[in-house]
């Protein structure tokens, strides 16, 4: 059972769409990561958002941290070819192992 | 500042045999993660490393192995390899045990045949 559920797990759209995609869990997170990999790479790290209700911005990406801090968005403005990638949300429970959710593979087509 | 640094990038072995991976974090960086990542199971986490030792291990056999060594360069060993250990092996190194944001290596694609 994976504790972080990611959706949706595909995404293709056109440029210039936007789009949301959403990390879930029935736990309470102190703190949440969102990652985005390219295919042969390794994941890089977006933004760790905090504080329950919280909102980060980078650039054409809103990021947010539910009020309970159970849930996070991505939301991807007037997306871009160079946004294609697997969007991967993570956490560490109880200062244990870094968990990840199975991730959204997005892919902008031109 | 260099970034995380995983050797080699490709390796191909046969079944049986063993395999050693390297992984130099980051500098100052004393926090070293290992994880799986293969198509059907997503990122899974093998085990971390925080000053020399072995903090928390994941769900993987005893044929899974890490050491970390006192400079935070960290190796894995899988011993007695089996196809379904053909993988993306990630190392992700943090400034400590206890902090969240991990900064992860290219990984080393392990092939098994």
């Known amino acids: 059972t994976q504790l972080l559920e990611q959706s949706p797990q595909f995404l293709s759209i056109q440029e210039g769409e936007n789009l949301t995609v959403y990390c879930n869990s029935s736990?309470?997170?102190?703190?949440l990561q969102w990652y985005r990999q390219e295919p042969g790479e390794g994941p890089v790290l977006l933004v760790t958002v905090v504080t329950g209700g919280e909102v980060k911005k980078l650039k054409r990406l809103t990021f947010q941290f539910g009020d309970a801090r159970k849930d996070s968005s991505l939301h991807i403005t007037a997306a871009q070819p160079g946004d294609t990638g697997l969007y991967l949300c993570a956490s560490k429970y109880n200062n244990n192992d870094m968990r990840f959710g199975a991730g959204t593979r997005l892919t902008v087509k031109p | 500042k260099a970034g995380v640094t995983q050797t080699p990038r490709y390796l191909i072995k046969t079944r049986g045999q063993q395999v050693t991976l390297s992984c130099s974090p980051i500098s100052g960086h004393r926090s070293v993660s290992w994880y799986q990542q293969t198509p059907g199971q997503g990122l899974q986490f093998l085990f971390e490393y925080f000053s020399e030792t072995q903090r928390n291990k994941g769900n993987f056999p005893g044929r899974f192995s890490g050491r970390q060594f006192s400079n935070s360069r960290s190796e894995m060993n899988v011993s007695t390899l089996e196809l379904g250990d053909s993988a993306l092996y990630l190392c992700?190194?943090?400034?400590?045990?206890?902090?969240?944001?991990?900064?992860f290596g290219q990984g080393t694609r392990l092939t098994v045949v």
């Open positions: 736990s309470v997170f102190s703190s």
């Open positions: 992700a190194s943090s400034l400590a045990s206890w902090n969240t944001e991990a900064f």
